[in-house]
């Protein structure tokens, strides 16, 4: 980046692991991260110590998520068959997905 800091992505739809999820970011910062592993949790540093704190979510967020226990597969083939029935915009539009793809460098062949 311009300011000399860094990023790495790093992605996959195969990965020997003994963790399982779906979904699931790491975000490392120099200030703070972010995690997914009980809920969304931040942690870092304040004042010398240590913190960690699960922010609220109670006003729902991501519309495409509700908490149900309709799988992420199963609910955004649902939503993607209800846009197409009803002519409504989807919650990720193609351009969308184009981006995150070109970003992860699937779209050159660079991918995992």
């Given at each position: 980046?311009?300011?000399?800091?860094?990023?790495?992505l790093?992605?996959?739809w195969?990965?020997?692991t003994l963790?399982?999820g779906?979904?699931?970011?790491?975000?490392?910062?120099t200030k703070?991260?972010?995690?997914?592993?009980?809920?969304?949790?931040?942690?870092?540093?304040?004042?010398?110590?240590?913190?960690t704190?699960?922010?609220?979510?109670?006003?729902?967020?991501?519309?495409f998520y509700?908490?149900?226990e309709?799988s992420?597969?199963d609910?955004e083939?649902?939503?993607?068959?209800e846009?197409?029935?009803?002519d409504t915009?989807?919650v990720v539009?193609?351009?969308?997905a184009l981006?995150v793809t070109?970003i992860?460098?699937?779209?050159?062949?660079?991918g995992?």
């Amino acid at each position: 980046m311009e300011n000399g800091a860094t990023i790495i992505l790093e992605s996959s739809w195969a990965l020997n692991t003994l963790q399982t999820g779906e979904a699931r970011t790491t975000l490392c910062g120099t200030k703070a991260g972010a995690d997914m592993m009980d809920g969304l949790r931040i942690n870092g540093v304040e004042f010398g110590r240590l913190y960690t704190t699960t922010p609220s979510l109670d006003a729902k967020g991501v519309d495409f998520y509700d908490g149900s226990e309709e799988s992420a597969a199963d609910m955004e083939a649902r939503l993607w068959i209800e846009c197409i029935l009803n002519d409504t915009e989807p919650v990720v539009k193609p351009e969308q997905a184009l981006i995150v793809t070109e970003i992860l460098g699937l779209s050159r062949g660079r991918g995992c």
